[in-house]
């Protein structure tokens, strides 16, 4: 079964923005929602450290819209310093998605319904938490030791007692939900969902790779509704020590992709939920649908421009590249996977003939930064929001865009303005593709590395008459 999917409920937070709707006006209005760190952040922002490569000096910062209300998620005990609060940052998107699709959660008959979450953060406050208690404390006596080789034993305890006081006390729940599978478990339970519930990670596609199983549950019949969702939570200093090898950060006070004078991206933190259903399920049920998905590719780009994986996504019958308005491209600030990722574009679209289509180009990062594995999940909340609304939205305007996309010989342009999504034919709907770039390795390993891998999904709209309110 090869059925559209609807898009009947969405949830997200990002920099500055608490849901799809407050995206959407940033994203009209053309505002920057990166800001500068306080005065009592760890990182060192715009200096070099570990990869003598510049910190940025801006941050896609979520703030206090990390903060989440454990008792409204029926969770018993309060948040402490030794708990993952990522739990409940994703499980009040989980609960905000459901209530846009009017379900309600913790309901007493099960649904059938499966959770795919796009979450692998290398470290987060639990997991660290009992390094501390463990290897860390050890290593730290270990030091003291070799430094003060006659310190009688009992004086080492009282160091390491001390040491253990400081420290937030660990506990068994705690240590379970400092894994993603089990809180993503959690999630499922509490949405009354009685089939699969697990945690994905393909890099910055993850968004596209737990939409895509999401798909796969409703299109096999193992699911008659799906959460799908990615979320990147907020980003400390080891993890972005980490980062800066594998990419190149702007130290500007502003990201607008496709410049010519791009030189790095800006992280961002934040993430987002869809509710999908069959599309014959979502109109049986008077659902609002904000958008189809009739497509996701993922895979390896032998070409390294992100092509072959574009010409995946849009081989479906009906589905050809001058149907395309509207391309929510990865757009990462990062000079050199721009080029490709326009090349790519331009190789499926080809030059501009009198009366032929035109196909416009945006990115979300521009907004809220590179939010990485929630980043695809960013601008499928974007593109559905535009067919919705039947507007192209325009991303942050470079001083200098790309020559290649102001070309009049170009098929494709750059959106800077909001403007009428105006179609040609009513046979024809509005569709969109959203892509997503990995990080290409810095040190290639063997011809498999060398093309990097990328993701693609085609949205569609619901026909007017039957999107309902």
């Known amino acids: 079964m090869d059925s559209a999917i609807a898009i009947v409920g969405m949830s997200c937070r990002f920099a500055g923005c608490a849901s799809p709707g407050a995206l959407w006006n940033a994203v009209v209005a053309g505002r920057s929602m990166l800001s500068v760190p306080g005065p009592d952040c760890e990182l060192p ?15 896609g910062q979520l703030g206090d819209l990390f903060s989440c209300v454990q008792a409204m998620q029926n969770f018993p005990r309060q948040i402490n310093a030794g708990e993952n609060q990522d739990l409940y940052f994703a499980t009040q998107l989980a609960f905000d998605a459901l209530g846009d699709a009017s379900i309600r959660p913790h309901s007493r008959e099960m649904l059938r319904g499966s959770v795919r979450l796009g979450y692998a953060p290398p470290f987060n406050a639990s997991t660290v938490n009992w390094l501390q208690h463990t290897a860390f404390l050890d290593q730290t006596i270990d030091i003291l030791h070799r430094f003060l080789p006659n310190a009688p034993d009992s004086a080492l305890d009282e160091v390491k007692a001390k040491l253990v006081e400081s420290l937030p006390t660990p506990n068994a729940a705690s240590f379970l939900l400092g894994s993603g599978f089990r809180f993503v478990s959690w999630i499922a339970r509490e949405c009354s969902f009685s089939g699969a519930a697990t945690i994905l990670d393909a890099g910055n ?13 409703l299109r096999s019949g193992d699911a008659d509704v799906a959460l799908a969702g990615a979320i990147t939570s907020p980003v400390g200093r080891a993890y972005l020590e980490g980062l800066s090898g594998v990419t190149r950060f702007t130290t500007r006070p502003s990201l607008a992709p496709f410049s010519q004078d791009a030189d790095g991206t800006i992280p961002g ?3 987002a939920f869809f509710v999908l259903k069959r599309r014959e399920d979502a109109l049986r049920d008077r659902d609002r649908i904000y958008a189809l998905i009739r497509s996701v590719a993922i895979g390896h780009n032998p070409e390294g421009d992100g092509s072959v994986i574009l010409s995946q996504a849009l081989h479906r019958p009906g589905i050809e590249p001058g149907t395309i308005g509207l391309v929510e491209a990865d757009g990462s600030g990062v000079p050199e996977p721009e080029a490709r990722e326009v090349a790519a574009i331009q190789k499926i679209w080809g030059e501009h003939r009198a009366g032929g ?57 750059l959106i800077t303005e909001p403007r009428p999504w105006l179609v040609g034919e009513a046979a024809s709907p509005r569709r969109a593709v959203v892509m997503g770039d990995n990080f290409d390795p810095t040190e290639y390993i063997g011809d498999a590395s060398r093309g990097g891998r990328s993701a693609a999904i085609v949205l569609e709209e619901e026909p007017e008459e039957r999107a309902f309110a």
């Open 45 to 59: 922002y715009g200096a070099k450290r570990l990869f003598d490569k510049p910190y940025p000096t801006r941050l």
């Open 205 to 217: 596609l993850t968004g596209a790779a737990a939409i895509m199983e999401a798909v796969r549950d």
């Open 269 to 271: 933190e934040g993430g």
């Open 357 to 413: 289509r035109l196909v416009g180009i945006g990115s979300v990062k521009g907004n809220i930064g590179h939010t990485l594995k929630a980043g695809m999940a960013a601008g499928v909340v974007k593109t559905a929001m535009a067919l919705r609304m039947r507007v192209l939205p325009p991303q942050i305007v470079p001083d200098r865009p790309l020559e290649a996309l102001s070309n009049l010989s170009s098929s494709a342009y």
